[in-house]
């Protein structure tokens, strides 16, 4: 029986991530691109400036940093570490370069959620901020039944992309490099994560900010040495890289790149999971920032797709090619699971490279664990009030719990799944809500610093939604 759920569970997921995914992912985030007159390089170029600026008279619960780095918590993952080791292996070299083009158009469609979840955002009676898809499907397009359908498939998945999948992650690097019990991993991760999500949003912000600048930085540290120690091979890496994107051929330790075809559908694909860009979560948690304008907050939440594809995911795909490039004895065409292609790449580097790839995972699936926690609780609290908040929390920590001794292969899958089908109703946001996007940008875009001071329009809950009498 089991076998026969996790085969229509894999053919679902094979079907919902195929290429009709992946096109309606990419084309919106070129759309977009060029609808926003190529805001990528705002993004960078104010973006990055107006994150650390903080804006204590405004409304929201964080800091624009705070509301930053929690969303980055959850989008700096295992997947740039492990997933574009599994892009390169299946996908081949040529791969990293798709992944990183994507993360590029990405900056676009990121912008413009957030910037819909700050516009669309509600406070509650007692002072917190809501937004997210559901909050813009209901208030912007009227679409409430969308907007519930949404918030269970996140409310759902977070307990497996966001939970179960990465505490077992924790605690396969920790048993096979300290040889601690998954168990005792377990109870670890779970109390730690109690204490944290306990407190909500403000202390999940209080602990990303310290936790996600120091695991991003060590880790781009880390691939900066080994790169250093790979210098000599950066350059044919690249070469490698571009040549394979678009064409078929061989590399040594058994590089092959499938041709344009492969290396676009394996590294878009794992692009845009890492990213996250579209899929309608990390705009929860800019909603919750304090910002004076949509605008202005959008801004600070595309620039961490900058970090987390356009960054890291590149540090990654050079650290794996330099590596493989130097050392051929590393055959890829025997391996196909992205897990094992990166832990041998990081091990030929003595004694460091291991180190990077421990804390790494560590550091990348709890800061995980924490984001996709506040993500859940709010998509819980849309379709099922603010008394389901306790429950959800008990449960995320259970699963927390047991994750490290669960079979996770169908678990994986269905979370999987699950973010994929969250991505299609926010791309419906998006897309039929384009033209006021254009216009917010040019009301606010060319004068940020003049306009700055116009108030966003809150609507209360217990105003807006008179029928749940749950958040009055």
Request: proline share 3%; hydrophobic share 50%.
């Amino acid at each position: 029986m089991y076998e026969f759920i996790f085969s229509i569970v894999k053919t679902l997921n094979s079907w919902v991530w195929g290429w009709a995914m992946i096109i309606l992912l990419l084309g919106t985030h070129i759309f977009l691109t060029f609808r926003t007159g190529f805001i990528q390089w705002k993004s960078i170029t104010k973006g990055i400036r107006l994150s650390i600026e903080r804006d204590p008279t405004s409304e929201g619960e964080v800091s624009q940093f705070g509301a930053l780095v929690t969303a980055l918590a959850s989008t700096i993952g295992t997947g740039n570490i492990i997933g574009v080791g599994t892009a390169i292996a299946l996908g081949g070299p040529g791969a990293v370069f798709w992944c990183w083009l994507t993360g590029v158009f990405g900056i676009a469609t990121r912008y413009a959620e957030s910037l819909m979840a700050v516009k669309y955002r509600v406070k509650t009676s007692d002072g917190r901020m809501q937004g997210g898809a559901m909050y813009v499907l209901e208030r912007g397009l009227n679409m409430k039944w969308l907007a519930v359908i949404f918030a269970v498939f996140a409310g759902i998945a977070s307990f497996g992309i966001g939970c179960a999948t990465q505490v077992n992650a924790i605690a396969t690097v920790c048993n096979e490099n300290f040889s601690f019990s998954p168990l005792v991993i377990g109870i670890i991760v779970a109390a730690a994560t109690a204490v944290v999500i306990f407190g909500g949003i403000k202390v999940i912000a209080r602990v990303c900010e310290a936790l996600v600048p120091f695991m991003a930085l060590f880790y781009v540290t880390g691939c900066i040495i080994i790169l250093f120690l790979n210098y000599d091979y950066i350059i044919p890496a690249l070469q490698t890289i571009f040549r394979l994107a678009f064409t078929k051929g061989a590399a040594a330790g058994g590089l092959v790149g499938g041709g344009m075809r492969l290396a676009m559908q394996y590294g878009v694909a794992r692009g845009l999971f890492s990213n996250e860009s579209g899929m309608g979560s990390a705009p929860i948690a800019a909603a919750a920032a304090r910002t004076k304008n949509p605008v202005r907050q959008a801004l600070v939440s595309s620039s961490g797709t900058f970090w987390d594809t356009v960054v890291v995911c590149l540090m990654s795909g050079l650290v794996i090619v330099t590596t493989v490039l130097k050392n051929p004895a590393i055959n890829v065409n025997e391996i196909e699971n992205g897990g094992i292609l990166t832990s041998l790449v990081f091990s030929q580097i003595p004694v460091f490279g291991s180190f990077v790839l421990v804390v790494g995972i560590i550091t990348f699936s709890y800061s995980t664990i924490l984001g996709w926690a506040y993500y859940g609780e709010r998509c819980v609290e849309y379709f099922a009030g603010k008394y389901g908040l306790i429950p959800y929390r008990i449960l995320y920590v259970f699963v927390a719990l047991v994750a490290p001794v669960l079979s996770l292969d169908i678990i994986w899958l269905m979370a999987d799944t699950l973010n994929a089908l969250m991505a299609v109703p926010n791309i419906i946001a998006v897309l039929l809500l384009s033209p006021m996007i254009v216009r917010e940008t040019k009301t606010y875009i060319n004068n940020l610093d003049a306009v700055d001071t116009l108030p966003i329009p809150i609507v209360l809950t217990g105003k807006f939604c008179k029928k749940r009498k749950n958040n009055k």
